[in-house]
Each structure stands twice: as structure tokens, then as C-alpha cells.
């Protein structure tokens, strides 16, 4: 699992059948978690499954590989990322 912030929407024209009504989110990867509060956050740029109603800005949780389609399961979606848990708070000691 790795933390990162919306910064953006996907729409779609055409996707596969199971994807109806999807809302696709781009999400910048937390590189470095001493710059979770900054603007960029420096990591990658994915396209990711909202499965939580995230807004732009919002910090997240986001699943990767085969887990992200887990919550899915018997049915089958084509996921690599899936946002998973939209974060209050991060705190660290």
C-alpha cells in the first residue's frame, strides 16, 4: 500500500464493460514521506480506481498489483491501482 494525493480526473470514451460507471482518479505517489504536506509530492503519476469518493487534494491510500482488484472479488476488473482509504491525519513520531 502507498500513500498519495488526487490531483486530477480520467474520463473515458470507451472502457471495458466492467468499468461502467467508474470514477478514475490521477494520483501523485508520496516519494518521500517527510514531504507528505509539499506541493508536488515528487512520485510518480497514476491512473487510479476511486472506490472512496476522493476529492482533488485529498491524501489516500492506494493498493497496487492484484490487490487492487481484490475488493472485487469473484468478479473480475482490469485494475493495477485502486484507491482504497481516503487519510484524515498522517502522524508520525
Known amino acids: 500500500m ?10 473515458l470514451s470507451r472502457s471495458h464493460p466492467s468499468m461502467t460507471a467508474a470514477k478514475l482518479r490521477c494520483v501523485e505517489v508520496v516519494d518521500d514521506i ?5 506541493q ?4 510518480d503519476t497514476i491512473v487510479a ?4 469518493g476522493t476529492g482533488i487534494g485529498d491524501l489516500v491510500a492506494m493498493a ?9 472479488y469473484p468478479d473480475r476488473k482490469p485494475l493495477d491501482a485502486s484507491i482504497v482509504a481516503l487519510l484524515d491525519d498522517v502522524e508520525l513520531d
Open 2 to 11: 502507498k500513500l498519495a494525493r488526487t490531483i486530477g480526473s480520467v474520463t
Open 34 to 38: 517527510d514531504r507528505v504536506d509539499t
Open 40 to 43: 508536488p509530492l515528487g512520485g
Open 49 to 52: 480506481w476511486d472506490l472512496c
Open 64 to 72: 497496487e498489483g492484484p490487490e487492487s482488484a481484490q475488493p472485487f
